[in-house]
């Protein structure tokens, strides 16, 4: 045996104990995304009720950032805190766009194993082996680019409720420094930092 055929043997070996992994890895994907769905819609329900708890808990460590931190060093401090808050409101994001990343890369890898086992099995006349796998194939293929599609448009989503969220943070970090209290702005309104002022005043 050359060393071409040890080779190519070896990478047989490896893909197939690799098949049972991404079967795993594909079913694990499809409950975590159904995992993202189910966060998503509470988190709508919330929204729509009015309920904000990252706005309500940047409020309170503004209030008690102001009370604790001198004047000289409230700025890059508040700064701070805009941006770890933000940070922390950007994970649910980072684990949906894992998904956009890792499902078709897992799929791709699902669809390919078993067409190599698939074209071993045609190979030997065995067409319902064939069939089987070929099977598994596509829906490795189709369950692997659902995921990252779903998941892609999660984090639309999710991207578009953190930009508002933090225009109301950024609205009440300026307007804390201007009345030095910190006002929370009205929930519901389409532009909920503009109709937080009070009538004639502008931004």
Do not use: C
Request: glycine share 10%; charged share 20%.
């Amino acid at each position: 045996m050359n060393i071409m055929q040890m080779a190519e043997g070896f990478l047989y070996v490896v893909s197939a104990v690799l098949y049972y992994p991404v079967t795993l890895g594909l079913v694990a994907l499809v409950f975590y995304v159904l995992v993202l769905i189910g966060s998503l819609a509470r988190d709508h329900l919330d929204r729509q009720r009015g309920q904000r708890p990252a706005l309500d808990k940047y409020g309170q460590d503004l209030v008690a950032l102001m009370a604790n931190t001198g004047k000289e060093h409230l700025d890059l401090e508040v700064e701070a805190l805009l941006q770890e808050t933000e940070r922390r409101m950007s994970k649910p994001i980072e684990r949906a766009r894992f998904i956009v990343r890792a499902g078709p890369g897992i799929g791709l890898m699902g669809t390919l194993i078993p067409m190599g086992v698939a074209l071993a099995a045609l190979a030997q006349g065995s067409m319902p082996s064939m069939a089987q796998h070929m099977v598994h194939a596509f829906n490795a293929a189709v369950v692997g680019l659902g995921s990252g599609v779903v998941a892609f448009a999660i984090a639309l989503v999710r991207e578009q409720w953190i930009k508002a969220d933090v225009i109301e943070m950024r609205y009440v970090t300026e307007r804390a420094g201007i009345d030095g209290a910190v006002r929370q702005p009205e929930r519901g309104a389409p532009n909920s930092a503009s109709a937080a002022r009070p009538a004639g005043e502008t931004a």
